[in-house]
């Protein structure tokens, strides 16, 4: 009983792609594919990624930076302000950065902890930056 449903099944789909024909595509038809693909990898002009700060102001902000820390480090920082007698207490005149570095101890187990965190911090940084390269490669 299986096999005669099966064979009327198997009659019926037989009859029904004769009587529809073979259907040819258009003699254009690869050129509107191609087309289509190309249309749609083209990127779009409104999800351009322009950086909230430029090459050239990071490059100016660095150069600042390092400006000031060779000043504080190198420079001469006696202020010696006579209108205003009083700023004199609350500035010092020298400053021992590296003095004061010197004399800082830190237990074993905080170094250890924030180098662990910055190792992480490290690893977590490329394992995120390969994960969005490959999700935006993708798309």
């Known amino acids: 009983m299986e096999d005669n449903r099966e064979k009327q099944l198997d009659d019926f789909i037989r009859k029904a792609v004769n009587h529809a024909g073979l259907e040819s595509p258009a003699n254009d038809f690869t050129q509107n594919i191609l087309s289509k693909i190309i249309a749609e990898t083209k990127k779009s002009t409104a999800t351009v990624y322009q950086p909230l700060i430029s090459r050239t102001g990071w490059l100016i902000l660095a150069i600042f930076t390092i400006i000031l820390f060779a000043f504080v480090i190198f420079g001469n920082l006696d202020l010696h302000i006579g209108w205003l007698p009083a700023i004199d207490k609350l500035v010092p005149n020298k400053i021992d950065f590296f003095d004061s570095l010197q004399q800082l101890r830190l237990p ?3 170094v250890y902890a924030i180098s662990g965190l910055v190792l992480f911090v490290y690893i ?7 994960y969005f390269e490959n999700r935006y490669a993708l798309n």
């Open 124 to 130: 977590q940084i490329l394992y995120f930056k390969k």
């Open 108 to 110: 074993n187990t905080l």
